[in-house]
């Protein structure tokens, strides 16, 4: 989706256009594309999204930036094996980060929202309906189809923003600061406090190397996991390709608030998620349901049939969108899993949920 509002509201994220000409608002061009009037700098029109990371001038090529995410220089590979191209409900892990953004960032219809490094799109899919307007932008185009036919997308660096200052009211982050250095964590912060509004509040979810109480049962589960995962009992693929990103450059909770401040943000919330309930259900018994219905599918097709992880997650997801049998057990373990933050949610560890609102002064 590519709305007038959009198409209204960007501007060129070229660095030497902003240091002399500001925010410059882009204009359409025949083709339909978009092209800076300032800098020439010229950006394409995609199928659903408006590409702001790929711009080009004549003689002129955009600065590179300090750090490059593995989802953007090996796109290939993380469309190949993470399961993006659909969104289902929010469940499991993703319902407790949905519940935890409904009930710390309390959008309204007045808002406008922008989720910053929105991956697939699942979660501004998941709130466009409580907002005015919802934009996601990621580095790496991996949207799924109903993000692409219902929410303003740009394929943008967070780091350069094309918004103008103060375009936003909220702003969300999930599972995106730990997979950047510290410099581009603060440049990061600091854009998005230019988009939002005197006031605006950021959600984020993100994880430092902080252990917990609890560790010795969180731990003793990825041990499991990865002993099952190379005797080949489950699938650990799409976790370690997710998590060959990590960087982890704040370590400590301090820092984190620190680097928050230094950016002009005061955190007004935060809730820590220990996973006691979360490990066990997400690296063991999730992974043992999907092998078992892969094997039982295979075994029912051909003894030579293979039978990805992409095409059970796919069954799996009609399965729930019926809302019977399968349906009621997700939610069950997703309710199980929200329990981890009722119970331990004081108790520092390195995963949290944190609300911070921009300061009038950096």
């Known amino acids: 989706m590519i709305s007038e509002r959009l198409i209204a509201s960007l501007v060129c994220t070229m660095p030497e256009c902003r240091s002399v000409h500001g925010c410059t608002r882009l204009v359409e061009t025949d083709d339909t594309g978009l092209r800076c009037p300032s800098c020439g700098t010229h950006y394409p029109r995609r199928a659903g999204y ?3 990371m790929l711009a080009t001038t004549e003689g002129n090529v955009p600065s590179e930036q300090s750090h490059t995410s593995l989802y953007v220089s090996q796109e290939s ?11 289902g409900m929010p469940l499991l892990g993703a319902g407790v980060r949905q519940r935890a953004i409904r009930r710390m960032l309390h959008l309204t219809k007045q808002d406008r929202l922008v989720e ?13 309906k409580q907002v005015d307007w919802a934009v996601g932008i990621d580095p790496a185009p991996l949207f799924a189809v109903e993000a692409l036919e219902t929410v303003d997308l740009c394929r943008a660096d967070a780091r350069t923003l094309p918004f103008e200052d103060g375009a936003f009211t909220a702003a969300m982050s999930i599972d995106v600061l730990e997979h950047l250095p510290l410099a581009d964590i ?12 005197v006031g605006g509040r950021v959600f984020i979810y ?19 996991s990865a002993w099952l995962g190379r005797r080949g009992l489950i699938d ?13 450059a704040l370590a400590t909770y301090p820092e984190l608030e620190a680097t928050l401040r230094r950016c002009g943000f005061r955190v007004r919330e935060v809730i820590f998620w220990n996973g006691l309930f979360q490990s066990a259900i997400e690296n063991l018994l999730v992974k043992i ?23 059970v997650r796919s069954r799996m997801r009609g399965r729930i969108a ?24 004081r108790w520092r560890a390195g995963p949290y949920f944190l609300l911070a609102e921009r300061e009038d002064a950096a």
């Not at 590979?77 to 969104?87: G, N, S």
């Not at 190397?209 to 589960?221: H, I, K, P, Y």
């Not at 693929?237 to 997710?242: A, E, G, H, Q, Y």
């Open 236 to 248: 650990n693929s799409r976790d370690t390709l997710r998590k060959s990103d990590h960087v982890k």
């Open 186 to 197: 603060e440049a990061y912060l600091r854009e998005a406090r230019r988009v939002l509004e």
């Open 116 to 128: 910053l490094g929105c991956g697939n799109g699942k979660f501004v899919y998941w709130n466009r």
């Open 50 to 52: 408006v590409d702001l």
């Open 206 to 224: 993100s994880n430092t190397r902080e252990g917990s109480r609890l560790d010795f049962a969180v731990r003793g589960a990825r041990l499991l």
């Open 77 to 87: 590979e993380f469309a190949e094996t993470l399961d993006y191209k659909r969104i």
């Open 289 to 311: 349901a999907e092998s078992a219905l892969r094997r039982l599918n295979k075994k029912a097709k051909s003894p030579q049939a293979e039978v990805g992880e992409d095409k």
């Open 322 to 345: 019926r809302r019977g049998v399968t349906y009621r057990a997700m939610r069950l373990l997703t309710e199980l899993m929200w329990l981890d933050l009722a119970l331990f949610g």
